[in-house]
Nanobody, 119 residues
Framework: QVQLVESGGGLVQAGGSLRLSCAASGSINSFNAMGWYRQAPGKQRELVASISSGGTTYYKDSVKGRFTISRDNAKNTVYLQMNSLKPEDTAVYYC?????????????WGQGTQVTVSS
């Protein structure tokens, strides 16, 4: 089974930028789509951005124009470029890979990386 490892989190001031990386142990083309989720303390995990195997992207309204998801198939890595960060972006960010197989959805999660935005 392909494993996902996130990196790139850290502490940044409001208005700053971070780039998260999600490295897969195998081909990311094995997933129908990959996404970045986040979970803030006391809140539910939410989808921030996703990208399909064909390159179609989705963004949560609050990050549109600030975040960009991309994929490098040669490096088996998915990125989340985060600009103009706000304190409300503070959360643990998780990488996710989703595969529809024989009518069942198979989901793989990374371990998460902390993003803290100070005001």
């Amino acid at each position: 089974q392909v494993q996902l490892v996130e990196s790139g989190g850290g502490l940044v001031q409001a208005g700053g930028s971070l780039r998260l990386s999600c490295a897969a142990s195998g081909s990311i083309n094995s997933f129908n789509a990959m996404g970045w989720y986040r979970q803030a303390p006391g809140k539910q995990r939410e989808l921030v951005a996703s990208i399909s195997s064909g390159g179609t992207t989705y963004y949560k309204d609050s990050v549109k124009g600030r975040f960009t998801i991309s994929r490098d198939n040669a490096k088996n890595t998915v990125y989340l470029q985060m600009n103009s960060l706000k304190p409300e972006d503070t959360a643990v960010y998780y990488c996710n890979g989703a595969l529809m197989q024989r009518g069942s959805l198979i989901v793989t999660w990374g371990q998460g990386t902390q993003v803290t935005v100070s005001s």
